[in-house]
């Protein structure tokens, strides 16, 4: 039955909560700008960017028979995180909680109380954790199977400088010694708990939907991916 949601990995059903509508699985809307030109029909439209999506409210319809679950409930669902609709398993959407949740009474004399959660959902929606993917050979080519850009995180294990191009992004790397790993969604390169942004100069790649080739000059043992597949 599609009765629940996951929000941070905790099953609804475990406060007692059940769903009796999921949100339609919603294809987010590309960010544009409208414009009407004078003596013109229609308007022009000017696209923000290459898939740039605005946030999508997805809500789900739920009850609870047990109104002592309150407490629990509103100390639960609250926040920023991740959640999982039983229509659309496999993944997860990021999201934050975006009302107030009113408990409604069914009938007078009936314990079973209504309420509708709305999730803030940033657009994509993310692959369970896929496994990581290990190049050894400059020139390896990897797909991408989702339908929009991922995010990954790589880590580069060699040593001096180095070349990095994923697609047709060029990372240089200076003085490497041992590894770095360059988070393209933070836009961050780092090694544990040091910075290492002087290290790297270029734009974070991203692994666009189909081919990728992955490729590098230098002292290079192996990049490591980890790819963050994600869908509309």
Request: hydrophobic share 40%; charged share 15%.
């Amino acid at each position: 039955m599609q009765d629940f949601f996951l929000w941070n990995g905790v099953d609804c059903r475990i406060y007692g909560i059940h769903v009796t509508e999921q949100p339609p699985i919603t294809i987010p809307l590309e960010r544009s700008t409208q414009t009407n030109v004078p003596g013109r029909p229609g308007s022009l439209t000017q696209l923000e960017g290459e898939d740039v999506y605005d946030d999508m409210i997805l809500t789900a319809t739920c009850f609870i028979s047990d109104p002592a679950q309150i407490p629990a409930i509103a100390a639960w669902l609250k926040g920023a995180g991740t959640v999982t609709f039983a229509n659309r398993t496999g993944g997860y959407y990021k999201a934050r909680i975006a009302n107030q949740i009113p408990f409604e009474k069914v009938l007078r004399g009936n314990p079973h109380c209504t309420f509708a959660v709305n999730f803030r959902c940033y657009p994509f929606f993310y692959a369970d954790a896929a496994a990581d993917i290990t190049v050894t050979t400059s020139g390896t080519i990897i797909t991408n199977p989702g339908s929009v850009y991922s995010e990954p995180i790589l880590t580069v294990y060699g040593s001096g400088d180095i070349t990095l191009m994923v697609g047709t992004t060029i990372v240089e790397l200076e003085d490497i010694s041992g590894s770095i790993i360059l988070d393209c969604a933070l836009k961050e390169a780092y090694l544990g708990s040091t910075l290492m942004n002087d290290h790297m100069t270029g734009e974070f790649p991203v692994l666009k939907p189909g081919m990728n080739p992955i490729s590098w000059t230098g002292a290079v043992t192996k990049v490591v991916i980890k790819p963050n597949w994600r869908y509309l």
